[in-house]
């Protein structure tokens, strides 16, 4: 089975950007949609943005639109998300995913094979 490894994390402060690549192995991401996630303290997960595999179209929460954007390196096997102009509100792990089937909608059931996670703090 495949697997995928987060990484980019850390602390920083509102208004900095951050790049969190999600690589893959066991499976070419190319083939599948791709989401990102995140789960901040005491509230549900989410979807932040996501990418479809047919046609490359994207979603994007309400929340990071305009700010946040997902990309695939195909010749790297990886996914990645840019995060400009953060806010404390950012503040969360941040999860890369891969679903099973087509998915309906960039939510956390769509989706089966996880990483595990990366750290991102916005504070000053």
């Known amino acids: 089975q495949g697997q995928l490894v987060e990484s980019g994390g850390g602390l920083v402060q509102p208004g900095d950007s951050l790049r969190l690549p999600c690589a893959g192995s066991?499976?070419?991401?190319?083939?599948?949609?791709m989401g990102w996630f995140r789960q901040a303290p005491g509230k549900e997960r989410e979807g932040v943005a996501c990418i479809s595999s047919n046609d490359g179209s994207t979603y994007y929460a309400d929340s990071v639109k305009g700010r946040f954007t997902i990309s695939i390196d195909n010749t790297k096997n990886t996914v990645y998300l840019q995060m400009n102009s953060l806010k404390p509100e950012d503040t969360a792990v941040y999860y890369c995913?891969?679903?099973?089937?087509?998915?309906?909608?960039?939510?956390?059931?769509?989706?089966?094979?996880w990483g595990q996670g990366t750290q991102v703090t916005v504070s000053s």
């Open positions: 066991g499976f070419t991401l190319e083939h599948y949609a």
């Open positions: 995913a891969v679903p099973g089937l087509i998915p309906l909608a960039c939510v956390p059931a769509e989706y089966d094979i």
